[in-house]
C-alpha cells in the first residue's frame, strides 16, 4: 500500500476496532489488516500513537508492559516524560514479564537512569583527582566529605534490586541485558555479581559464547578483578571454532598480570603449536602484548618468541618477526644478537610482513650490526624485482640509511637499488625512489630538505603500542549491534552522560492509580500497535484470549496467576536483597519478611544463627566452632622489636567488628625491663577490597608484661598477606598477617540431603578431587574428623554410611558454601572431594588438608 492509504486506513481502524462484534474480528483481520500491518507509519499519525502508547503504559498487566515498552523505543525513546509516572510499576512488574519484554523494557530504563540518577562512581572519581601535594588527612576528610553528599537514589537501588534475580534467568539474552545494566548504572563495588552469570552462558551455543566473550572483553580492559577469578573459564578447548579461541585468548591477555603470568605463558606455549594457523599467529600477538605490559616478563617472552624463529610453520615465524620488532624498539641496545639472528633467517623467509620486518630493524639498527647490514642490502639488491611492494620499500629505506652511515661501503649498492626503483611498476616505489635520492645524493637541484637528510631517516622512533582492539569500544553500550561490530549502526541510542545534578526525583511519585482499561479499549490499543510496530504475534495472542474465554474469568485467573508469581518474586527479592544490602543501609525488602521467620530468627541462640540462601527451602545454620586451635604465628621477633614481641592465632570466634571480618587475636608481650608506651597500628597497606579494623592503642605496657588484643581483617576469601606497621612512641616495625585457608571459613551444618543436593549444583569446574594414601593410625571416623577440624575451620554433616565423610562451611567474606567429602576406599585409600564457588580457595583447601591424612 502507498503512504496516502495509511492515512485513509488508521482512523477506520480505530473505528473497527471500537465498534466490530469479536465474532467478525478474524474476518476482518485476514482482509484488511494483512495489507495494512505492512506500510509504513505516516508522520501525522505519531502524535496520535504516542498518546496510545501513553494511555497504555498505564496499564499493569504484564502481558501489555513488554509490546508498549517496544512500541516506546520504536515510534518516541526521546519522550522520557511517558516514564516517569511508570518508572516503579515497569521495575515492579519485571520480574514477571516475558523474557523478550524484559529484555526491551531493561534497555529502556537503563537508558533513562542515566538521565534521572546522579553518578554511583562519583565518589571514587573525585577521590582520584585529589592534588597530589594535599596531605593524606586532607585527602581523608575530602573523601568523607564527598562520600556523605553521595547517597544513591532510592528509585536506582529499586531498579538494581528487582533486576537482579533476572541474572539466573535461562534466557542468555536476559542476562546479558541485566549485565549491561549493572555495568553501567551499579556501584563499581557491586558490579562484580555479573561475572559469575556471564561466565555460566559461556556454556550455550557458540554464537551466545560470542556474544558474552566480546562483552568480556571489553569489561576486562577496565575492570580486571572482576573477572579474576575465573580465569580458568576462558582457557581455549580444541573444539571451539576460531573466533571462540580468538575471543578468550584476548579476555586472558587483558587479565595478565604479575600473579598468573607463569600459568598464562605456560598455556600459550601449548596454543602456539596449534593446527588453527591464525590462533597460533593471535597467540604470538598476546605473548607479545603481555611481554610490553608486564616487565617482569619481557626478557622471557622474547627468548621465547626467538626460539620460534626456528619453527616449521612459515606463518608462526612471521608473526614471531613481526611481534619481536616491536618489543625490540623498546629496548634495542640489549638485543644485537637477536637482531643479528634475525638477519641470518632473512634467506629462508619468503612472508612479505615478516621480510619487511626484519629489513626495518637492520636499517634502524644499522650502527649496531655494521658488518651485517651492507651484506643484507647486497643479498635483497639481487632480488629486488621479485620481491613484495612492502619489501621493496624497506629495501630502499635500508640502502638510504646505510648512504648515511655508511657511504664508503654501500654508496654504488644504494644507486643500483635507486636505479631498479626507477622504473619499477608500481607508482609508489618510483615516487619513494625519486623522494630518496633527492634527500640523500645532492645535486645542484637538491633542495633545503636535503641538508636534514639524517635527522628525517636516522630520528629515534617511538615503540609502538600493543594494545587491545577492543579498547575503544566502551563507548558503545554493552549487548548493542554497534558495540559487536564496533560502528555506530542504524537506530542506534547513545548512552547520556551522568547528570552533575539529579532531576527531581517528584516527578516518578504517582498519587493516585489510574484505572485499568476495558478490554474493549485494550482490544483497539493492541490492534494498532499489532499493526504498525511488528510485534502482531503477541499482541494477536492476548486478542484470541480476549475474544475465546469470558473476560471475567480471565481476570480473575489472571489475577490468581500474577499474585502467586508476584509472591514468590517477592520472596526471591527479599532473599537476593539481604544479600545485597549493605552495612549502613538495609533493603525494604528485608522489613516484608515472613513474620514466622523473623520469630525463628529471634528464639535463635547467639551462638547459632541461619541463613537463608536464595533459590533453596532449606536453612543452612552457621555454628559455633568445634576446635579452637592453640596454635600461634610469629609477628614481631623480640630481637626485630627491640624488646617488643608479638604473637597471633585465629580464634574461629565471630569476629565483633565485622560479619566479613575474620577474628584475629594479638598477644603483644614487653621482655625488656623498662615500659613501652603507646602501641598502636599505623600506615596499613593492604591488597585492594581487603579492609582492617585496628585494636584500640595501649598506652603503656610495663616490663615482662603481656597483653592480648582482638583485632578483625577482612582477607575477601584469600590468603592474601595484610601487611601494617606496628608502632611504639619511638618505632615502628613493619609485620603481617597470613591466614591460613582454613581459617576463611565459618562451620555451618545442614541435612545429609540438603548437603547432597547443593553438592548436586557444585559439580563440573566447581568440583575438585584428589586420591590419598591415608596413614592406617587416621583410618577411623572419630580421627578423620578431629584432624580435618584441626586444619580447618568445618561442621560436621550427620552421614548415614560409615566409610563416607562429609563436612560443610561457608567462606567469612562471600558466604560460598565449601563441601568437604571424605569417602575411605579399600587398601588404605581415600577419595577427598571440595565443592565450592571459590575454585581457588578450594584447590588451596585440597592441597592443605591432603598431607593432614596422609601423615601420622
Not at 471500537?18 to 507509519?41: A, D, G
Not at 537506530?491 to 476495558?518: K, T
Not at 475465546?548 to 502467586?564: L, N, Y
Request: glycine share 4%.
Amino acid at each position: 500500500m502507498q503512504a496516502d492509504s495509511s492515512t485513509i486506513w488508521f482512523p477506520a481502524c480505530v473505528w473497527l476496532a471500537k465498534n466490530l462484534s469479536f465474532l467478525k474480528f478474524p474476518i476482518f483481520l485476514t482482509k484488511y489488516v494483512k495489507q495494512f500491518f505492512f506500510s509504513s507509519l505516516d508522520p501525522e499519525q505519531k502524535e496520535m500513537l504516542i498518546e496510545v502508547i501513553e494511555k497504555l503504559l498505564k496499564d499493569r498487566s504484564t502481558l501489555v508492559a513488554g509490546s508498549v515498552v517496544m512500541a516506546f523505543e520504536e515510534v518516541c525513546p526521546d519522550r522520557i516524560d511517558l516514564i516517569h509516572k511508570n518508572y516503579r510499576k515497569l521495575c515492579n512488574l519485571l520480574v514477571d514479564v516475558e523474557e523478550w519484554g524484559q529484555i526491551v523494557i531493561i534497555h529502556m530504563l537503563t537508558r533513562y537512569a542515566r538521565t534521572q540518577f546522579v553518578s554511583p562512581w562519583k565518589t571514587v572519581k573525585e577521590y582520584n583527582e585529589n592534588n597530589f601535594y594535599e596531605s593524606d588527612e586532607e585527602q581523608k576528610e575530602k573523601d568523607q566529605k564527598v562520600k556523605k553528599n553521595y547517597a544513591m537514589d532510592p528509585d536506582h537501588r529499586l531498579l538494581l534490586r528487582n533486576t537482579k534475580p533476572l541474572l539466573q534467568s535461562r534466557n542468555a539474552a536476559v542476562v546479558m541485558a541485566v549485565a549491561q545494566l549493572y555495568w553501567h548504572l551499579a556501584p563499581k563495588s557491586e558490579a562484580g555479581i555479573i561475572s559469575k552469570s556471564l561466565v555460566r552462558l559461556l556454556r550455550s551455543n557458540r554464537e551466545v559464547q560470542y556474544i558474552v566473550l566480546q562483552n568480556i572483553a571489553t569489561m576486562s580492559i577496565q575492570r580486571k578483578g572482576m573477572f579474576e577469578p575465573y580465569l580458568k573459564s576462558f582457557y581455549v578447548r580444541s573444539t571451539d571454532p576460531t573466533m571462540i579461541k580468538t575471543l578468550k585468548l584476548e579476555i586472558m591477555t587483558n587479565l595478565a598480570n604479575e600473579a598468573n603470568i607463569s600459568t598464562l605463558l605456560r598455556e600459550f606455549q601449548t596454543y602456539v603449536k596449534s593446527q588453527d594457523k591464525q590462533f597460533a599467529a593471535a597467540t604470538i600477538q598476546a605473548i607479545g602484548r603481555c611481554a610490553t605490559n608486564i616487565t617482569e616478563v619481557t626478557d622471557t617472552c622474547l627468548n621465547g618468541l626467538v626460539c620460534l624463529l626456528s619453527n616449521r610453520d612459515e606463518i608462526v615465524v612471521a608473526e614471531s618477526v613481526v611481534v619481536i620488532k616491536k618489543l625490540l624498539q623498546t629496548q634495542p641496545a640489549h638485543h644485537g644478537e637477536i637482531i643479528k639472528h634475525m638477519a641470518k633467517l632473512l634467506d629462508n623467509i619468503t612472508v612479505p610482513v615478516a621480510r619487511a620486518s626484519i629489513l626495518w630493524l637492520i636499517g634502524e639498527y644499522c650502527e649496531r650490526v655494521p658488518k651485517i647490514a651492507p651484506d643484507v642490502l647486497r643479498k635483497t639488491a639481487k632480488s629486488f624485482i621479485n620481491e613484495d611492494d612492502l619489501v621493496k620499500l624497506q629495501i630502499l629505506n635500508l640502502g638510504a640509511k646505510l648512504y648515511l652511515t655508511n657511504s664508503k661501503q654501500t654508496k654504488l649498492l644504494t644507486q643500483y637499488v635507486l636505479n631498479l626503483g626507477k622504473y619499477d611498476q608500481s607508482y609508489d616505489i618510483r615516487d619513494r625512489t625519486r623522494f630518496i635520492r633527492q634527500l640523500i645524493v645532492p645535486n645542484e637541484k637538491s633542495g633545503a630538505l636535503s641538508k636534514y637528510a639524517k635527522k628525517i631517516f636516522l630520528a629515534q622512533k617511538p615503540a609502538p603500542l600493543l594494545e587491545s582492539p577492543f579498547k575503544d569500544r566502551d563507548h558503545f553500550q554493552l549487548g548493542t549491534l554497534s558495540h559487536t561490530l564496533n560502528s555506530r549502526a542504524t537506530g542506534y541510542l547513545e548512552l547520556s552522560d551522568w547528570p552533575e545534578v539529579a532531576p527531581d526525583p517528584a516527578v516518578r511519585n504517582v498519587e493516585v492509580a489510574e484505572s485499568v482499561s476495558s478490554n474493549s479499549n485494550h482490544f483497539m490499543i493492541l490492534l494498532l500497535l499489532s499493526v504498525f510496530l511488528w510485534r502482531f504475534s503477541v499482541c494477536f495472542l492476548y486478542l484470541i484470549i480476549l475474544i475465546s474465554s469470558d473476560s471475567g474469568d480471565i481476570k480473575k485467573k489472571a489475577k490468581g496467576i500474577s499474585k502467586s508469581r508476584s509472591t514468590f518474586s517477592s520472596s526471591d527479592t527479599e532473599s537476593s536483597s539481604s544479600d545485597e544490602s549493605s552495612s549502613n543501609s538495609k533493603s525494604e525488602s528485608d522489613s516484608n519478611s515472613d513474620s514466622d521467620t523473623g520469630k525463628s530468627r529471634n528464639a535463635t541462640s547467639s551462638k547459632v544463627r541461619c541463613v537463608k540462601y536464595l533459590y533453596m527451602h532449606t536453612y543452612i545454620c552457621v555454628t559455633t566452632q568445634v576446635f579452637v586451635p592453640t596454635k600461634t604465628h610469629e609477628m614481631l621477633h623480640r630481637m626485630t622489636g627491640k624488646g617488643l614481641s608479638a604473637h597471633y592465632q585465629f580464634s574461629r570466634q565471630p569476629c565483633i567488628f565485622g560479619d566479613r571480618m575474620v577474628s584475629v587475636q594479638v598477644t603483644l608481650t614487653n621482655t625488656t625491663d623498662q615500659k613501652i608506651d603507646n602501641i598502636h597500628i599505623g600506615e596499613k597497606k593492604l591488597p585492594p577490597g581487603m579492609r582492617m579494623h585496628e585494636f584500640n592503642p595501649i598506652e603503656c605496657l610495663d616490663p615482662e608484661r603481656s597483653v592480648t588484643v582482638s583485632m578483625g581483617i577482612d582477607f575477601c576469601d584469600s590468603t592474601q598477606t595484610a601487611s601494617f606497621q606496628l608502632c611504639t612512641k619511638d618505632d615502628h616495625f613493619s609485620v603481617s598477617i597470613q591466614p591460613p585457608v582454613g581459617e576463611l571459613l565459618l562451620p555451618v551444618t545442614m541435612s545429609e540431603k540438603d548437603f547432597k543436593k547443593e553438592q548436586g549444583m557444585l559439580t563440573g569446574m566447581n568440583e575438585t578431587s584428589a586420591t590419598i594414601n591415608v596413614a592406617p593410625q587416621n583410618s577411623t571416623g572419630r580421627v578423620i574428623i578431629e584432624r580435618l577440624m584441626k586444619a580447618a575451620n568445618l561442621g560436621v554433616v550427620p552421614s548415614g554410611q560409615d566409610k563416607i565423610h562429609r563436612f560443610a562451611a561457608k567462606t567469612v567474606h562471600s558466604g560460598s558454601l565449601m563441601l568437604v567429602t571424605v569417602e575411605l576406599k579399600e587398601s588404605s585409600t581415600a577419595q577427598l572431594i571440595i565443592n565450592t564457588e571459590k575454585t581457588v580457595i578450594g584447590s588451596v583447601l585440597l592441597r592443605e588438608l591432603k598431607p593432614v591424612l596422609s601423615q601420622g
